[in-house]
Nanobody, 117 residues
Framework: QVQLVESGGGLVQPEGSLRLSCEVS??????????MGWYRQAPGKQRELVAA???????NYADSVEGRFTISRDNAKKATYLQMNNLKPEDTAVYYC?????????WGPGTQVTVSS
């Protein structure tokens, strides 16, 4: 079983920054083999992919966050991060961490990000 826990959410003003963290624990057989991703879900909307970092080292981003958000991972610390800059009100959502590998598809409980003046 794999557990994920997000942290770092909160209330921030437009154009502000936040850094989300995701810690992975449990029966992990090679964190480096996991594809890690950040998703978000705003009220009344479907969950969407924000950013992903594959086990092979590549990254990809949703068009809406390209150039503002950066995903990174520290396999030694079993952690994945999402640096969010120049935040906009439309970035308000619950942000979820996801890991995907041969072990399965796991999700954290989510962390709320609210962008408002």
């Amino acid at each position: 079983q794999v557990q994920l826990v997000e942290s770092g959410g909160g209330l921030v003003q437009p154009e502000g920054s936040l850094r989300l963290s995701c810690e992975v624990s449990g029966s992990i057989f090679g964190i480096h083999r996991m594809n890690m991703g950040w998703y978000r879900q705003a009220p009344g909307k479907q969950r969407e992919l924000v950013a992903a970092a594959t086990s092979g080292g590549s990254t990809n981003y949703a068009d809406s966050v390209e150039g503002r958000f950066t995903i990174s991972r520290d396999n030694a610390k079993k952690a994945t991060y999402l640096q969010m800059n120049n935040l906009k009100p439309e970035d308000t959502a619950v942000y979820y961490c996801n890991s995907r590998s041969w072990q399965g598809d796991y999700w954290g409980p989510g962390t709320q990000v609210t962008v408002s003046s």
